[in-house]
DNA sequence: GTGTTTGCAAAGTGTTTGCAATTTA
DNA sequence: TAAATTGCAAACACTTTGCAAACAC
């Protein structure tokens, strides 16, 4: 028995072509869970764990790939906030993370709310691609 | 043939009886390595490879469980810039990173030479332990 | 059809653990 | 000697890889 849904209308199959990326059954899926839900911040295991949830067959190896090929395309954005774990933030813009190491929990800062000044320039020959801010809170 | 160097004092007995540490050999031996050669950043792997260039014998489990007792007694810190890697820093004072992507370089940046201003209350329930700031650099 | 993508299972990496043997105070 | 520490090897968690089968255009 399939139970149909009326779902908000996806951006995942415009999301996918912007990028060059093929729609395939697997992608399309895959963004569906992460961009139809508004910011999110999702491990790898995380997200395979969603899709079978879902009954979208997909394996983890397929997780890994595409989340890399999003990442490359910039559609998301690798965290690395705990050695051993990778997380992908949906919102690609410029921000900041609070971190929470009880439950490993990520969560937005916005830009106005925080203020880097004073970033001192690359040293010779490097250029800086990204200041990351992790505010670590325990609880 | 061993050649014997004259060596500057090291901290390192004194280091480990401040924080209440039984100074058994290998937590010394590593300690000096740490300790003895101003600010470092430096993984696991790393310091292991160090200790049998060193001719000092001590098990890779030993020197993450040395690593991990250090950095809870407050001896060292440790940061998270990869994923699947720690690096353990010897300067436990106040201050932020370069991150150099291509050769997973860490380098101090003073604290007088970046500021992070307005930083947000803690979520309530919440209590902030740390702000990292990590710059990448390219190159 | 042709090149891309997928799934599987195996391999890889960095880290942790259990426990007997050793060392320290 | 009693308690703490070590080393080993096995176990672990997460991630990547190689390659044949399946798929998209």
Redesign the pocket.
């Given at each position: 028995m399939t139970i149909m849904t009326v779902r908000p209308y996806s951006q995942a199959l415009d999301r996918l072509r912007a990028v060059g990326?093929?729609?395939?059954?697997?992608?399309l899926a895959l963004a569906r869970l992460l961009f139809d839900g508004g910011d999110r911040h999702i491990?790898?295991?995380q997200l395979h764990s969603e899709a079978m949830a879902g009954n979208i067959?997909?394996?983890?190896?397929?997780v890994?790939?595409?989340l890399?090929q999003f990442t490359e395309a910039g559609l998301l954005r690798e965290i690395v906030v705990e050695?051993?774990?990778?997380y992908f933030d949906t919102n690609t813009s410029d921000h900041h993370h609070f971190f929470y190491e009880k439950t490993s929990q990520l969560c937005d800062i916005p830009p106005d709310l925080i203020a880097v000044t004073r970033v001192p320039s690359a040293p010779a020959g490097h250029t800086i691609r990204r200041v990351d801010v992790i505010v670590r809170v325990d609880g």
């Amino acid at each position: 028995m399939t139970i149909m849904t009326v779902r908000p209308y996806s951006q995942a199959l415009d999301r996918l072509r912007a990028v060059g990326l093929r729609p395939t059954r697997q992608r399309l899926a895959l963004a569906r869970l992460l961009f139809d839900g508004g910011d999110r911040h999702i491990s790898a295991e995380q997200l395979h764990s969603e899709a079978m949830a879902g009954n979208i067959r997909v394996s983890l190896a397929t997780v890994y790939n595409t989340l890399h090929q999003f990442t490359e395309a910039g559609l998301l954005r690798e965290i690395v906030v705990e050695s051993g774990r990778s997380y992908f933030d949906t919102n690609t813009s410029d921000h900041h993370h609070f971190f929470y190491e009880k439950t490993s929990q990520l969560c937005d800062i916005p830009p106005d709310l925080i203020a880097v000044t004073r970033v001192p320039s690359a040293p010779a020959g490097h250029t800086i691609r990204r200041v990351d801010v992790i505010v670590r809170v325990d609880g």
